[in-house]
Nanobody, 124 residues
């Protein structure tokens, strides 16, 4: 499975960005997907996860109510809409896919496939 994240950039605090992650080479529509992020000097952390059908989602407390994960199985793409961005959201954002499994999951060890990441910078 190959994953390619895009959509990062520089945005002012309070602004919005929408990240995309295109998947290829696997059965995208039959597995859950996730987004993680890693800020400079910090460990990678969970952001959001979505079930195979999109019917179930899970968010980190730090982004709940501001970020929305969604997917389009016809396009093999998962999205992360980020609203009300804060400087502390600055990080490289990664999309990830597990080897199997339809349900949401929050731990990085549950994911085998990772995209290269896209940088999000939020200025104050």
């Amino acid at each position: 499975v190959q994953l390619q994240a895009s959509g990062g950039g520089l945005v002012q605090a309070g602004g919005s960005l929408k990240l995309s992650c295109a998947a290829s080479g696997g059965t995208f529509s039959s597995v859950a997907m996730g987004w993680f992020r890693q800020a400079p000097g910090r460990e990678r952390e969970f952001v959001a996860s979505i079930s195979w059908s999109g019917g179930s989602t899970l968010y980190a407390d730090s982004v709940k109510g501001r970020f929305t994960i969604s997917r389009d199985n016809a396009k093999n793409t998962v999205y992360l809409l980020m609203n009300s961005l804060k400087p502390e959201d600055t990080a490289v954002y990664y999309c990830a896919a597990p080897p199997s499994g339809i349900g949401v999951r929050r731990f990085s060890f549950e994911y085998d496939y990772w995209g290269k990441g896209t940088l999000v910078t939020v200025s104050s």
